[in-house]
């Protein structure tokens, strides 16, 4: 048994910093096989370590993917975005302070970007949201087959956005597009819904709306659920019906659920990126040719890898970043006066 | 002492999940360099060398049957082709690996709308070809291209694009105009104003439901690959506001979009694709490459409609390069691949097959488009057509960034005219403040 134990002691002893209660008696080698005093046997310390080491190296792998592969490059883009970078010389970069930023300030282009992503992405989170509380509701009553039709509320969700977006491409095709189609139909002018200002944003969100709503009622019935029926057994007792239950029980319940997807769905509509892509069709990083639909992904990616100007496409992406910031707090402060007023 | 204490068991605590995840790390890593030394390791070892071959849409190669027909010459080569549908992602992330110095395929292709920027910035990254092959067998301009100042040629051409006019004759007879490809390359001769001016006349008896032609901005690319003067002058000095050539193939690109001859799609779009195979359009400038597309998109329901004629003047719309890169492991193999490729024998095999029009003269005589190819287009000379223009298309001054210079023109600009009811000069404007964006100034 000692001698297994002096065999275990090495490799520890060899890690310059052993655990004893002594640290500095563990880097004599005097020490080495001496229990310090007060602490108990190997097996025990091994045990101790084992207790303390064991969550952090559960943990680390993804700490040590998320510094890879999120944490540098975030800080590299910041580094970038100070500089002049061009894709084509990627080492020939050139100090610029904060002229990216100053750049981007003054151009036209970027104010458009941030306005449109504002505009689209408030037409296509808010009919969104009403659109999946409603169906929640509605999926909330005892249903037949209610499974089934939870399962396709999701199949949107679970499409891909290329696939999805081509579809909508197609529907939307001014020429022999169905929806122009069936708006002749009813006697309405063929629109252009790619050139258009409003046309091409309605188009774009109404991808956007199709693909996500579906995702957020099932979170809201998740919470509906998990509302305790006496609520609306006293609430029908005292006389409300239906629509005055959803208004008065189930909306004030479902606040923090709400909360989560209006933050989650901020998030994704400052990001938006694919849609517009793949509905613009060929050079669809424009954004259209009056940039209608270009938002602040779509004009990070064209001045990075269309253009090759990494420096302000970096300064872009910071831009992104602190404008979520401004946005995560001002949806704290909100919260808070929420939590307040219940 | 308590404080120490915590120190050290933190340290530990990191050393140990450092030592953890570093071991997984590796683990991946060693995996990798086995597999890819498994693959590409054959050298030494009595296996085979894989070659790949890094690509953007469809170049032909693998539909001529060229990397089955090399392997079988060479046993001890696996040909893998790595391709990249969309040009606005293969070029970026080309980039980026050459500058790692690893990623490259073995071969890569370069699109005549990057060449430029290649040759500026990206010479040191490619191995000098113009050591390894006869340079006389490609056309000068062609090899003019690829060629950095100090006389390095860092790609090889493939196929070119030299200009014709395709189409369809039986809308040209409903509208009553000449259908005789001759007589019809003899009335817009020298000039694309005079086939605009055509289209002023189609469109007077056009059969209902057809235009002139797909879009404006075809007409401007046609009509700006004849002209010497495009974004940049001979010094590599931006030059597109005051270029004579834009100015002209804007002219004309205008009177297109402001008149009602055009079915306004977008190139490369599904209403385009679909636009040929209803026949909503009656002409398309049409570069050796579009042959292929048309017989493809139109189907069955075009055959025999379509025809050629010369275009105008000679001009050249798009090619490509293939070039080697210095990172590439099996440059000796690379280099003896690029070449058989890009010989005349196997352009001749790709026309054969695809239409992509060979860069090398010598090839020329001997070139057979495919009878399905020829029965599709009237039986027109296709062959003497695209080689009679082939041969005159001057050499152009392509600069860095051509190619959103001339997106923006086309995609911002004309677009904003033709499909947007803007005036010419305010599609001029904002094709102006884009190229400023895109040009950084």
Not at chain 1, 31 to 50: A, I, K, V
Not at chain 2, 397 to 409: E, S
């Amino acid at each position: 048994m000692t001698s297994s134990k002096e065999a275990l002691a090495h490799p520890a002893s060899s890690a310059d910093a052993a655990p004893g209660d002594q640290p500095g008696a563990a880097g004599r080698a005097h020490g080495r096989g001496t229990p310090p005093p007060g602490s108990s046997s190997w097996r025990s310390r091994l045990y101790r370590w084992d207790m303390k080491a064991s969550p952090y190296a559960f943990i680390a792998p993804f700490f040590i993917v998320f510094g890879a592969f999120s944490l540098i490059p975030l800080l590299y883009t910041a580094w970038y975005s100070l500089h002049n970078v061009q894709l084509a010389n990627l080492d020939g970069q050139t100090w610029a302070g904060l002229d990216n930023y100053q750049n981007l300030l003054s151009s036209d282009f970027f104010w458009n970007a941030l306005w449109n992503t504002f505009t689209i992405g408030v037409i296509s989170t808010v009919p969104q949201l009403l659109m999946a509380i409603g169906l929640a509701h509605l999926l909330n009553y005892k249903l037949r087959g209610s499974t089934v039709w939870r399962v396709v509320m999701l199949t949107p969700y679970a499409t891909s956005v290329a696939a999805a977006t081509l579809v909508f491409v197609l529907l939307y095709s001014w020429d022999g597009g169905m929806i122009n189609w069936l708006l002749e139909f009813v006697g309405i002018d063929p629109v252009n819904w790619r050139e258009s200002d409003w046309g091409s944003q309605f188009a774009v969100s109404s991808i956007v709306i199709w693909r996500w709503t579906g995702y957020n009622a099932l979170i809201y019935l998740a919470a509906m659920q998990a509302i305790p029926a006496d609520l609306y057994e006293s609430a029908a007792i005292d006389g409300a019906n239906r629509w005055q239950q959803f208004i008065h029980v189930t909306i004030p319940q479902l606040r923090p659920t709400i909360l989560f997807t209006v933050v989650v769905s901020t998030i994704g509509a400052t990001q938006l990126f694919g849609e517009p892509l793949l509905f613009g069709g060929v050079s669809g990083s424009k954004g259209g040719s009056e940039h209608q639909y270009q938002t602040l992904g779509l004009y990070m990616y064209d001045q990075g890898w269309i253009i090759g100007n990494l420096g302000k496409a970096s300064a872009i992406a910071w831009s992104m970043f602190l404008i979520l910031l401004i946005v995560a707090v001002i949806q704290l402060l909100v919260s808070r006066r929420l939590r307040k007023s219940q | 002492m308590r404080t120490s204490t915590r120190g050290s068991r933190r340290l530990m605590t990191l050393a140990v999940a450092a030592a953890l995840t570093t071991g997984l790390l590796a683990g991946c890593a060693e995996d990798s360099d086995d597999g890819s030394s498994g693959e590409g390791g054959g050298n030494g070892g009595g296996g085979k060398t894989t070659l790949t071959i890094g690509t953007f849409g469809v170049f032909g190669y693998k539909q001529a049957g060229l990397y089955d027909e090399y392997m079988k010459l060479n046993p001890d080569i696996t040909i893998k082709e790595n391709v990249t549908t969309r040009t606005d992602v293969y070029w970026p992330k080309t980039l980026t690996r050459l500058q790692a110095g690893s990623g490259t395929d073995d071969i890569q292709a370069i699109e005549v709308g990057n060449i430029t920027e290649a040759v500026q910035t990206q010479a040191d990254k490619f191995v000098d070809l113009g050591k390894e092959a006869d340079k006389s067998q490609w056309l000068d301009w062609k090899n003019a291209q690829a060629t950095t100042k100090d006389g390095k040629l860092i790609g090889l051409g493939t196929d070119i694009g030299p200009m014709a006019i395709c189409y369809r004759k039986d809308l040209f007879e409903k509208a009553g105009l000449e259908t005789d490809r001759a007589k019809l390359a003899e009335q817009w001769k020298g000039d694309w104003g005079k086939y605009v001016d055509l289209g002023k006349d189609y469109m007077k008896k056009a059969p209902s439901g057809t235009k002139f032609v797909d879009s404006a901005s075809s007409v401007y690319n046609a009509a700006l690959g004849g002209e010497v003067e495009r974004y940049y002058d001979k010094d590599g000095n931006v030059v597109w506001d005051k270029s004579a050539g834009v100015k002209k193939a804007w002219n004309v690109a205008m009177e297109v979009a402001t008149s009602d001859m055009s079915a306004k799609l977008k190139q490369f779009d599904k209403p385009w694709d679909q636009g040929y195979a209803n026949g909503t359009f009656a002409t398309v400038a049409c570069p050796a490459w579009m042959i292929g597309y048309i017989q493809e998109k139109s189907g069955d329901a075009g055959k025999g409609k379509w025809d050629v004629a010369a275009a105008p003047t000679a001009a050249n719309w798009g090619g490509s390069f293939v070039g080697v890169p210095t990172a590439s492991k099996n440059q000796k193999e690379a280099i003896k691949l690029a070449k058989w490729l890009t010989a005349p024998e196997q352009q001749a095999k790709v026309f054969a097959k695809q239409a992509s029009f060979p860069s090398t003269p010598s090839a020329y005589s001997g070139l057979k488009p495919a009878t399905a190819t020829q029965a599709y287009f009237s039986d027109a000379p296709i062959t003497e057509i695209f080689s009679a223009s082939a041969e005159t298309i001057p050499t152009q001054y392509l600069g860095a960034k051509d190619q959103p210079i001339g997106t923006a023109i086309t995609d911002i600009g004309i677009l904003q005219v033709e499909q947007k009811g803007k005036s010419a000069d305010e599609g001029w404007d904002a094709a102006t403040a884009e190229i400023k964006d895109v040009l950084g100034q």
